[in-house]
Nanobody, 115 residues
Framework: QVQLVESGGTLVQPGGSLTLSCAASGFGFDHNTMSWYRQAPGKERELVATITAYGTTKYADSVKGRFTISRDNGKSTLYLVMNNLKFDDTAVYYC?????????WGQGTQVTVSS
């Protein structure tokens, strides 16, 4: 059974930093593309960053240069390091695994950027 458990979300001030984690189990983590998405109140869920099994990364324009996605295959864990956080980064952040063309989601973790 595929399980994705996000953690690390909290309240942070503008300009601050935060690291999100996604612990994965129930599938071959190192073989699959992983992504972070986010959904702000009243908005659609949007792609934040993706990392392939080979380590190739891609970012939304809004987070380029501020966020870094990475993976630790030995720990079956996905990370998102977020720097210089802005008010617009406030959202629920979701981890997604792409397994044989099907997407699996975690429950999300809340990130709130506020002064």
């Amino acid at each position: 059974q595929v399980q994705l458990v996000e953690s690390g979300g909290t309240l942070v001030q503008p300009g601050g930093s935060l690291t999100l984690s996604c612990a994965a189990s129930g599938f071959g983590f190192d073989h699959n593309t992983m992504s972070w998405y986010r959904q702000a109140p009243g908005k659609e869920r949007e792609l934040v960053a993706t990392i392939t099994a080979y380590g190739t990364t891609k970012y939304a324009d809004s987070v380029k240069g501020r966020f870094t996605i990475s993976r630790d295959n030995g720990k079956s864990t996905l990370y998102l390091v977020m720097n210089n956080l802005k008010f617009d980064d406030t959202a629920v952040y979701y981890c997604r695994a792409l397994i044989v063309s099907q997407g699996y989601w975690g429950q999300g973790t809340q990130v709130t950027v506020s002064s």
